[in-house]
């Protein structure tokens, strides 16, 4: 018994393949489309698993400190590591903001940690080249995806910093990469006003009477001094000691320290549910429209497969085939066009994801779901070449 | 069966080279790779520790001259940069109505000084008045012993006699009060010209004026200052340390200093004091760090970086600080058994400047740690040392 999908094939098989390739980068768009999204999640929960904090605790009533503003004080942890369950607590500041490096512009998200010893909440868990942070100012961790080397100096506003160590996808919820510096350089980084504007200050302040009364001298010093602060934080990360229970102390850090605090699970849902929910249906949206796209190529691929063969349908009614053969060949041809473009997809999207700006991730079952959708999009669509061959008259084979 | 065509061959040849390239995509790139780590050894090594903090370039001692009383400011002599020797007049108040004063002082001065010499005068004549009128009241007391005159004659001479010794008394107590009165108008005008005196500021050490902050015609307050002046052999800095990291901060530790306005060079110095009271807003400790050359030029307030060196420790087994990592509340390091990484909890000391750390227990020299990894580790993961993540 001959294989006569197999038989027809090889006989116009360059044709067939490369309409599997063109088949298959389509869907490894769609792939690398889920992959978009699985890695906009992940990129989440990356960030919460590697702050290595149980809960996180921000201003009042805000979604801080990746979702939303938040501020506090910078002494606000003393009262926090007082409570029964809490193990460590570190401040860590976050500002997104623009750095111009070697003449092209760098968006990062300038990370306050605090560096008085390792594996302080807020510090990365792991590092793919070189050393945590060990001077308390000027040292910098910085995310690969800066493009910054180890040793290299990268000026952040006022100073210069020197990269001692390297993480891997450490980056915000709109994917800048992540640069950890030590907490009061960050404090400063954010709170202190560049040079013209605490210039500008300090004569606002002088002329105001009220600051620079006659006769008492000292008074505009001390009002521009107390100007000039930096003092503040965007949240407290808190590590809890082992068996306690989260939402009992984030209970109790709201009830008596008029503070929000979020657990692990809440932040995560903040990260993943809410920061990136329009972006994650707009992918959706695309996704499906990929889906329908794809579905109506290899239907119209298969069709005018089918209709070529016309003559050679008809000879086989001919000579008496029955239609299972024909529906059997048909069928077989869009299965192997639909493992032939799984493959080739697969493959693309492994090999272009890494060079997406952001993280792309591949999940098997994504791909396995992707495969048995290919298979019955390829299955439906030949149904449609199916019908129409068995409407084909014998008659065809000889006349016409 | 046909032998099989050449363009079967090839086919099958390209499927099966298919087939691989996806099996390699698979398993080398996302989640079901083994995760890339590198490698390294723990080895006995010296750890050279140090301590880091920013500092501001201070005056040790910094002295603001100013009036004891409000006034204005007659003259400035100096400006800011200025050397001035001890004893120097740096600026002058207005004086007001103290020259007037001190005039008065000088003319009642000179009137009680006449009148000293006045009572002086008086008190002479007193004396001889006094002299006249004993002698004649003892001759007239001798004439009535020979009955020569009468009682009442007498009696008048001995009562003049006690008058003008009287009169005497009187001249030389107000003799006594004229030289009080001069005492009290030479105090008077003493007293006057020392607060002539406190209107000129002079300057109490040789040093160099570093402000000038009030100009001629402009009033002060008391203890506002005019002029500051600072002894720049007393420049230092006034390093800033975290308290987290301030163990074995002490006096004598020698000092790298890099100025802001300098960054490619390097000054040595050492702690001279270490301040009692630290900053517990910012949770930093105050150190004094003085240099042992002081380079010209220096602007009271620049930013330096200073270093400071602890003691090293020789032959402490290390690793290096990204190996250690931490589990709840244990630290330990990540080592490959059978190409799985497994957690080792360990003992970590002191942490050098260069990024090792000291292992008090848990590891033994030799022993292999993970170092860097493409991706956080959990127990069992499968891993694949690398030379280099990159």
């Known amino acids: ?400 | 069966m046909k032998t099989p065509t050449r363009r079967s061959l090839i086919l099958s040849a390209l499927a099966l080279a298919f087939l691989v390239a996806f099996g390699w995509i698979v398993t080398t790139q996302g989640p079901l790779a083994p995760v890339r780590v590198t490698l390294d050894t723990a080895r006995a090594m010296r750890l050279e520790r140090t301590l880091f903090g920013i500092a501001t370039v201070e005056a040790r001692r910094s002295y603001s001259i100013g009036p004891t009383l409000a006034g204005r400011v007659a003259r400035v002599l100096v400006d800011q940069g200025d050397a001035v020797a001890a004893g120097q007049l740096l600026a002058e108040m207005e004086p007001v109505d103290l020259d007037a004063r001190i005039v008065a002082g000088k003319a009642a001065m000179e009137a009680a000084t006449k009148r000293v010499q006045s009572a002086q005068a008086a008190v002479l004549e007193a004396a001889s008045r006094a002299r006249l009128a004993k002698n004649s009241a003892e001759r007239y007391a001798e004439l009535r012993r020979k009955n020569f005159v009468s009682q009442e004659a007498a009696d008048t001479k001995t009562h003049e006699a006690a008058a003008a010794d009287a009169a005497h008394s009187a001249a030389v107590a107000a003799l006594a009060a004229a030289i009080d009165e001069a005492k009290r108008a030479q105090a008077e005008l003493s007293g006057a010209g020392s607060s002539r005196a406190h209107l000129r500021l002079v300057s109490p050490v040789a040093g160099v004026v570093s402000a000038r902050l009030a100009e001629p015609g402009s009033t002060v307050v008391a203890g506002q200052s005019v002029v500051q002046v600072v002894d720049p052999a007393s420049l230092w800095l006034r390093v800033r340390i975290d308290q987290g990291r301030s163990q074995g901060l002490a006096v004598g530790l020698p000092a790298e200093i890099v100025l802001r306005s300098r960054p490619d060079e390097r000054f040595a110095g050492r702690v001279e004091r270490l301040d009692w009271n630290g900053d517990s807003i910012t949770e930093e400790r105050i150190a004094n760090v003085v240099f042992d050359r002081r380079p010209d030029g220096l602007a009271i307030g620049e930013l330096a970086e200073v270093t400071l060196r602890l003691p090293a420790i020789e032959q402490a087994l290390a690793i290096p600080l990204a190996a250690l990592q931490r589990r709840g509340a244990q630290s330990g390091v990540w080592q490959v058994v059978e190409g799985r990484a497994r957690f080792a909890p360990v003992t970590a000391g002191a942490i050098s400047a260069n990024g090792f750390v000291e292992i008090r227990e848990g590891l033994a020299a030799g022993d292999a740690v993970i170092v860097h990894s493409a991706k956080a580790l959990s127990d069992g993961t499968r891993v694949k040392p690398v030379e280099s993540l990159r």
């Open chain 1, 1 to 400: 018994m001959i294989n006569l999908a197999a038989r027809d094939v090889l006989h116009g098989w360059g044709k067939f393949l490369f309409t599997g390739i063109g088949l298959g980068l389509l869907i490894g768009a769609t792939l690398t489309m889920a992959g978009v999204f699985r890695g906009m999640v992940d990129d989440g929960q990356v960030l919460v698993d590697n702050s290595g904090a149980d809960l996180w605790v921000v201003q009042q009533g805000t979604l801080g400190p990746y979702a939303e503003p938040s501020s506090l004080h910078d002494d606000v942890w003393r009262g926090i590591a007082a409570i029964e369950g809490v193990a460590e607590t570190g401040n860590a500041a976050y500002l997104t903001i623009q750095l111009t490096h070697n003449g092209h512009d760098l968006r990062v998200m300038i990370v306050g940690i605090e560096v008085d010893r390792p594996h302080r909440p807020g510090a990365p868990r792991y590092l793919t080249a070189g050393r945590p942070i060990l001077q308390s100012h000027y040292e910098a961790i910085a995310d690969e995806r800066t493009g910054l080397k180890l040793g290299e100096r990268v000026k952040i506003r006022r100073h210069d910093y020197t990269v001692v160590g390297l993480t891997r996808r450490l980056v915000s919820s709109s994917g800048d990469p992540m640069i950890f510096v030590p907490l009061k350089d960050a404090q400063e980084i954010q709170f202190l006003k560049d040079n013209d504007a605490l210039v500008n200050e300090r004569a606002r302040t002088a002329a105001n009477p009220a600051f620079n009364r006659p006769g008492v001298p000292g008074l505009l010093e001390a009002a521009q001094a107390g100007a000039t602060q930096a003092r503040n934080v965007n949240a407290v990360l808190v590590r809890l000691v082992p068996g306690a229970d989260p939402a009992i102390v984030a209970d109790e850090i709201q009830r008596w320290k008029r503070l929000t605090a979020y657990t692990r699970a809440q932040m995560e849902d903040i990260l993943i549910a809410k920061l990136i929910a329009t972006s994650a249906k707009q992918i959706g949206m695309f996704l499906v429209i990929l889906a329908i796209v794809t579905a109506a190529i290899v239907a119209f691929i298969i069709y005018t497969m089918t209709l070529a063969k016309v003559r050679e349908i008809a000879v086989l009614k001919l000579i008496g085939a029955k239609n299972r053969i024909i529906a059997g060949m048909i069928l077989q041809q869009a299965l192997a066009l639909g493992v032939i473009g799984f493959l080739v997809g697969r493959i693309a999207a492994g090999l272009w994801g890494p060079a997406f700006p952001k993280y792309v991730l591949l999940l098997p079952q994504d791909a396995i779901t992707g495969f048995v959708i290919v298979l019955t999009i390829c299955a439906l669509a030949s149904s449609v070449a199916i019908r129409t061959a068995l409407r084909i008259d014998p008659a065809e084979a000889i006349g016409g």
